[in-house]
């Protein structure tokens, strides 16, 4: 039987033409051997039942609920061949244990934000946050749109890690006091739960940082362990219930403009799957990570509102204060970079992509903030 070009692809569009018959038309026994090569990648039925560790309290809104939301996405994505159980910080093991247990393979994955390994590897805070660094959006484009991804994944390949975007929580708050700060002079001495870089700028300044995991901040607050706490913003910071044991509401999150959160999946694990799976746990990952920044902006404009209706002392951070500590973040940069290579490098890359985001805000969303949306904004003086 003879075809033309035109009768071939009618009787393909009617199914008239059978695939087998197809496929020998396009070259038999060759074009079937090429394509079953690849096949393993795509038509493999094995399943995978994966655990997941995190450092977030069990059902955390927003943040725990991304843990959920990228598990339900990566199975229905996958048709249920990777099916994942998520566990909150201590159902498992405890919190900040996530790291080394996805590493040497005691869960296949975890969540976290890379700040709380910097004990493992300084390097690993540039990925998420750095204190009068990048907001959300200028943190993404170095990410995704610059080098800084290569980067986070060439650092933690020494920690045979994968990781990968997990959501942001946009600027956070400056924290809950239980003493004025009026001068740089009121933060010797002071005792507050702060991670990451952060924490040492507050050292420099004479204060203690106390890493404690989020289930235990507010009792440390309640009993005095701690006379201030930074966390998140005002929708989180609502829940936890700290405008009740706190006096002063502070801003801005000078320590904190943009935090990345992070999914991190063990390496070799991740490496052993098929290419597809390996795309659909990318996919579901920036799915998840944009949904996560989109609830966090919403929640948070309402809970605010809400704070202030109900009387919330809400304060500005002294000009001295926010200048002095920035001076102090150049000095504990300075020390870093100059003790770990990776860290140089690594900060090198943000801060050159910094300057030229910083650059392109100033005549664009600067002056969106200062005159476009002046109208709707809180005067704080």
Known sequence: MKLSRKNFFKGLALGTISLPFL????????????????????????????KMVTTWPPNFPIIGEACTKFAE??????????????????????A????????????????????????????????????????????????LGGEGMALWEELYRDFNLVPMPGG????????WFNREINSIADLKGL???????????????????VLLAGGEIYTGLERGVIDATEWLGPFHDTLMGFQ?????????????????????INKELYDGLPTDLQAILKTAALRVHVWTLSEMEAK????????????????????????QMRAYTREVIDEITSSDPFSRKAYESYDAFRKKAANYSQITEKVFYDQIQRDATLNLG
């Open 300 to 323: 948070n404009a309402e809970a605010l509102t809400n704070l202030l209706q109900k009387g919330v002392d809400l304060r500005r951070f002294p000009d001295e204060v926010i200048e």
């Open 168 to 175: 942001n929580t946009g600027v956070q708050m400056g924290g």
């Open 23 to 50: 496929i020998r038309g396009l070259g038999g026994k060759n074009f079937a051997q090429e394509d079953s090569s690849n096949a393993p990648n795509v038509l493999t039925a094995k399943r995978y039942r994966w």
């Open 191 to 209: 005792k507050m739960r702060i991670p990451g870089l952060g924490g040492k700028v507050l050292e420099k300044a004479g204060g203690t940082p």
């Open 96 to 143: 900040l244990e996530a790291f080394d247990t996805v590493r040497t393979g005691g869960a296949e994955l975890g969540s976290g934000a890379a700040y709380y390994w910097a004990g493992k590897a300084p390097a690993a805070q540039f990925f998420a946050s750095v204190p009068f660094g990048m907001n959300a959006q200028q943190l993404n484009a170095w990410l």
């Open 244 to 264: 009740e044991i706190a006096k002063y509401y502070y801003t801005p999150g000078w320590h904190e403009p943009g935090t990345m959160l992070e999914f991190f």
């Open 73 to 94: 996405t990566v199975e229905a994505i996958s048709g249920g061949r990777i099916q994942i159980r998520v566990y909150g910080g201590g159902e498992l093991v405890p």
